[in-house]
């Protein structure tokens, strides 16, 4: 298996309390989790696994900036999501807003799924990012480890996308809802215009 190098912790921006910095957001996602779901992309990543999806969220500077107050009432807005989904970039460099956003809409019935580069005994670990285990208090599902290019999986069998990835559920009632796939993509159409295709093994591309 192929092993990440160790990285020191990047130097962060200087995200105003109470926002976060994200890449990316669509509703109404099939998938990116279990049911239909928000999907948010957080900016920043010092991982850069070879074969990753989302070259773009990689850089920490600031991308767009949106409140916690303004993101759970846009999700909360839209009665067809029935959780969300946290993506990247790395979630966990920003766990303790990600932590106050699922919590609100925890409180609405929603529930929570993270992707994240980390396994999980390092997110329990002492050398995890700030606030990591606020995050994990808050999730459903986690999906850990980093991506590996030699163990990709583009499978209609595996919710993974490669193969040392694991699917950590901590709520028992989503245990038999792990039905999304590795080979599906989405493309959503936005007012504007242009278009996000997601899906696929994770990726997020913008056009």
Not at 112 to 137: H, I, R
Not at 173 to 192: C, P, R
Request: proline share 8%.
């Amino acid at each position: 298996m192929e092993t990440q190098p160790t990285r020191p912790s990047p130097t962060l921006p200087e995200i105003p309390l109470g926002y976060l910095n994200i890449m990316g957001y669509v509703d109404e996602s099939e998938v990116n989790g279990p049911g239909c779901r928000a999907v948010i992309w957080v900016q920043g990543c010092r991982r850069e696994c070879p074969g990753c999806f989302n070259l773009e969220s990689w850089p920490f500077e600031i991308n767009q900036l949106i409140s916690v107050d303004t993101l759970a009432e846009q999700i909360l807005s839209k009665p067809q999501n029935t959780g969300v989904t946290f993506s990247g970039g790395e979630p966990f460099w920003q766990a303790s807003a990600l932590a106050a956003l699922a919590r609100k809409l925890k409180a609405a019935g929603l529930n929570v799924m993270s992707f994240s580069g980390f396994t999980l005994k390092q997110l329990q670990s002492e050398s995890a990012p700030p606030d990591s285990q606020e995050l994990l208090e808050q999730l459903d599902i986690l999906i850990d480890g980093p991506f590996v290019e030699s163990l990709a999986i583009n499978s209609p069998d595996s919710p993974v996308s490669s193969s040392n990835q694991r699917v950590n559920v901590f709520n028992p009632a989503l245990a038999d809802q792990i039905t999304w796939a590795s080979d599906q993509i989405e493309i959503h159409i936005l007012k504007d215009g242009s278009r996000i295709v997601t899906g696929y093994r994770g990726r997020l591309e913008l056009t």
